[in-house]
């Protein structure tokens, strides 16, 4: 089972946005719009952020967002601040035979 | 608000079974889909499987031959039960309720390690 590709670190200023991708194939998020995005800091379990590509849960800042093009979806947050720096996970529906899969996760750092 | 617990035994040896269980409270384990992911120290998240409350599974081919997750509906728990393990099976071990298509409650996660 092959996990949806991500960049290993992204990192912006406060009060840039930044955009983590979360590249896959036809069988998951090309198919499906299905992603959700997770936050996790050090030590502790993560909390989705992001819901069915797009959605917010109640309580998520509107500086997180959630997009997808073809293959790849995308989590971008605005306005960026030092508490968003932690671990961003996505992770999507991949078909009857792979289930669900994580991407490999994408470290956030605020210079 | 729903809650989860993780519980079961920190140190495995190997080729045992790992034996965890986790406990729902603030609400009914009933209609959801349950979930079971685990995280070695440092690296990423990867889904286990899920259970339904009436039993039915989906398991990670990866590791499907070696796993049996459980619902015991009467204790508003449900298990994991990972056999055959080695020192790649130490992780911390986190289970968590599946709302939709997303997991939207996550327990405080425990760590095993597999070791003699």
Known sequence: QSALTQP???????????TISCTG???????????????????????????????????????????????????TISGLQAEDEADYYCYSYAGSSTNWVFGGGTKVTVL | QVQLQESGPGLVKPSETLSLTCTVSGGSISNYYWS????????????????????????????????TMSVDTSKNQFSLKLSSVTAADTAVYYCARVYGLELDVWGQGTTVTVSS
């Not at chain 1, 290993?8 to 930044?18: L, W, Y």
């Not at chain 1, 069915?52 to 109640?58: N, T, V």
């Not at chain 2, 685990?38 to 796993?67: C, H, M």
């Open chain 1, 8 to 18: 290993a670190s992204v990192s912006g200023s406060p009060g840039q946005s930044i």
């Open chain 1, 25 to 75: 194939t036809s069988n998951d998020i090309g198919s499906y719009n299905l992603v959700s995005w997770y936050q996790q800091y050090p030590g502790r379990a993560p909390k989705v952020m992001i819901y069915e590509g797009y959605k917010r849960p109640s309580g998520v800042s509107n500086r997180f967002s959630g997009s997808k093009s073809g293959s790849t979806a995308s989590l």
């Open chain 2, 36 to 67: 079971w992911i685990r995280q070695p120290a440092g690296k990423g998240l990867e889904w286990i499987g899920r259970i339904f409350s009436n039993g039915a599974t989906n398991y990670n081919p990866s590791l499907k031959s070696r796993v």
